[in-house]
């Protein structure tokens, strides 16, 4: 059984940092390309960053350039996101998502960030 674990989450200030962390297991983590989307109240889908499973290669929605970082640990099967200089725009739920080249895709049950003062 796949499960996709988000952790990380929370409430901090404007400006600050956070790091989200999405544990794999059930998967042949390095398969896959992970990513994470977030979902703001009253707005769609939003793909913020991915890692391809290969080559590392990371892309980022131009909204978050510059603050937000993706990574993963093949070893811990584990992918996570920093991100730096919170704005309240960020708010929303964060999923992490896997998904390979036969077009398996799997999703995690989220985790809350909440920018505030």
């Known amino acids: 059984q796949v499960q996709l674990v988000e952790s990380g989450g929370g409430l901090v200030p404007p400006g600050e940092s956070l790091r989200l962390s999405c544990a794999a297991s059930g998967l042949t983590f390095t398969d896959y390309d992970m990513s994470w989307y977030r979902q703001a109240p009253g707005k769609e889908l939003e793909l913020v960053a991915t890692?391809?499973?290969?080559?590392?290669?990371?892309n980022y929605a131009d909204s978050v350039k510059g603050r937000f970082m993706i990574w993963k640990d093949d070893v811990e099967s584990t992918v996570y996101l920093r991100m730096n200089v919170l704005k309240p725009e960020a708010t929303a739920v964060y999923y992490c998502h896997a998904r390979n080249s036969w077009g398996a895709v799997y999703w995690g049950q989220g985790t809350q960030v909440t920018v505030s003062p």
């Open positions: 890692i391809a499973a290969i080559t590392y290669r990371t």
